[in-house]
């Protein structure tokens, strides 16, 4: 399947962790990581309302 490139911008402990979990689970990539995470909310519908309706701003002050 073809990917498409988009870019994104991360606040820098979101990057880190990203890397992080790519560190712990030698994924081959970070933007593998983010497809992993992306499939996963793609895969679990039950989940979408969970991911993406509670408000989690870790920078709002």
């Known amino acids: 399947m ?4 988009m870019e994104i911008q991360l606040n820098p402990d ?7 979990i790519q560190e712990k689970y030698k ?6 990581v983010v497809r992993i995470l992306l499939d ?3 895969t679990e ?6 991911i993406f309706t509670e ?3 870790l920078r709002c002050g």
């Open 40 to 42: 996963y909310a793609l």
């Open 45 to 50: 519908p039950t989940q979408q309302d969970e």
């Open 2 to 5: 073809d990917k498409i490139n």
């Open 14 to 20: 979101q990057a880190k962790f990203i890397e992080s």
């Open 55 to 57: 408000r989690r701003c």
């Open 27 to 32: 994924i081959r990539s970070t933007d593998k």
